[in-house]
């Protein structure tokens, strides 16, 4: 699709620009203070939970099957949480740890064990040089983060409507000892919202990594946040690889962080049996015991899959009216322009944008001095560095509706004057 700046005439191209800047300047004298940097429930969202907090009082009974909440022990979680957790992950509750809010606190651990003391005999990674770690891109910072901190060397991957590039995350598997691990969200992946099909869960069951210390951090994150009803099917990795014969090669994460209190729910992790005893032995060092009480109260409240699809539906029924706006106001701005395509989830929690080339930087930083903060340019690529520098991440679930379409709004600006300026001055260099 022909970009509409490149196909006007010079004084076409400035009477826009005016125009555009005219509108800006609008919109700056409005003094907005909008935010949609970070892909966080709305409070109508947290308040669904907020009957769980009558739970548990000084009168509760403070055990599950027989294990005490109240004390010490229970390393791996209480009984009902590991198996609520194996049924949601669709694994068995034997492999399966409890552990903390956070699973990014889960994946950091997993690394930083890695690094220490090694995977499954092999030597720490501190002791082996250069280590790598894939990075599909346009991605999630905060992974990108953990393993920078270690000074590993985060190595982007393209992803594609399918995943990652499986052809190019073979090559380097298959054929480079020093590459560790890769990051992944399968299902509404953050922030392209896509879901990896079947055979690319399949591929990644397949592979044969050169490193025997190689390990695929598989962050399902979004596994139970649907948008609609007929929501996208991720194929089980660990069934996968069952059929492919495969073991000791995939750490998987998901925690309840966007199903009832971030910071204040329940993080877990699954593995092969050999795997996850591993992780329970590091774990044994770092902390004594997890949070038995919120587990408790957690599964009181959710007792079971069918408890929490029945709760999500009701998160859904607040985010999806905020993706379909945005699906509509970019569409209504930006649809046929030809400066900027963008995706359409079908879950998840964020819309990933692309605009012309050179375009995100000036884009986020113009949307600063309007009154919007967005994720920062650059942030779904490793160190920050967007080759491209025109992919944002938007996330519409924090801010009301009404925040959420004006904050649009002058997104739509900022993209059609950034971009008509980029025209203007690629015809004058």
């Not at 380097?172 to 079947?198: F, H, M, Q, R």
Request: include cysteine; glycine fraction near 8%; proline fraction near 6%.
């Amino acid at each position: 699709m022909a970009n509409v700046y490149e196909s006007m005439s010079n004084a076409q191209l400035d009477e826009a620009i005016r125009e555009l800047e005219e509108q800006a300047e609008q919109i700056r004298a409005r003094g907005l203070l909008l935010d949609m940097a970070r892909g966080k429930p709305s409070p109508e969202q947290t308040d669904l939970s907020r009957s769980m907090l009558d739970l548990l009082g000084s009168n509760s009974e403070l055990s599950d099957q027989g294990a005490p909440a109240d004390n010490y022990g229970i390393p791996d979680g209480l009984p009902s949480a590991r198996a609520l957790a194996a049924e949601l992950l669709g694994v068995s509750a034997d492999n399966v740890i409890v552990n903390g809010s956070s699973s990014l606190n889960l994946m950091h651990d997993a690394v930083c064990n890695a690094y220490t003391h090694g995977i499954g005999g092999a030597d720490p990674w501190c002791k082996q040089g250069e280590v790598k770690f894939l990075c599909p891109s346009p991605g999630y910072d905060r992974h990108f983060a953990v393993t920078a901190r270690y000074g590993i060397v985060n190595v982007p991957i393209a992803m594609t409507a399918d995943g990652p590039d499986m052809d190019e995350v073979e090559r380097l598997v298959e054929s480079d000892p020093t590459v560790k691990g890769i990051w992944c969200v399968p299902k509404y992946a953050n922030p392209t919202g896509i879901s990896y099909s079947n055979e690319t869960v399949r591929r990644f069951a397949r592979l044969k990594p050169a490193a025997t210390d190689f390990r695929i951090f598989w962050d399902n994150a979004y596994i139970v946040h649907d948008l609609y009803d007929e929501g996208d099917e991720l194929l089980n990795i660990f069934d996968a690889l069952e059929e492919a014969g495969t073991t000791d090669l995939v750490y998987e994460f998901a925690s309840t962080a966007k199903v009832t209190f971030p910071s204040s729910g329940m993080a877990f992790v699954t593995a092969s049996a050999n795997d996850i005893a591993e992780l329970r032995r590091a774990f044994s060092i770092m902390r004594v015991s997890p949070e038995k009480l919120t587990q408790l109260m957690h599964v009181r409240f959710l007792p079971d899959v069918a408890a929490v699809r029945a709760h999500m539906a009701k998160h859904a029924a607040i985010v999806r009216p905020r993706f379909e706006l945005v699906q509509q106001k970019l569409e209504e701005g930006l649809g046929g322009a030809g400066i900027a395509t963008w995706t359409n989830p079908r879950g998840g929690y964020f819309v990933s944008f692309d605009g012309p080339d050179g375009s995100a930087k000036r884009i986020v930083s113009l949307m600063k001095e309007l009154g919007v903060t967005l994720t920062g340019a650059g942030a779904t690529w490793p160190y920050g560095k967007d080759p491209r520098d025109s992919n944002i991440r938007i996330a519409p679930t924090y801010p009301s509706l009404q925040q959420l379409g004006e904050a649009l709004d002058v997104f739509v600006v900022a993209v059609r004057l950034v971009s008509a300026r980029i025209a203007q001055e690629e015809r004058q260099a």
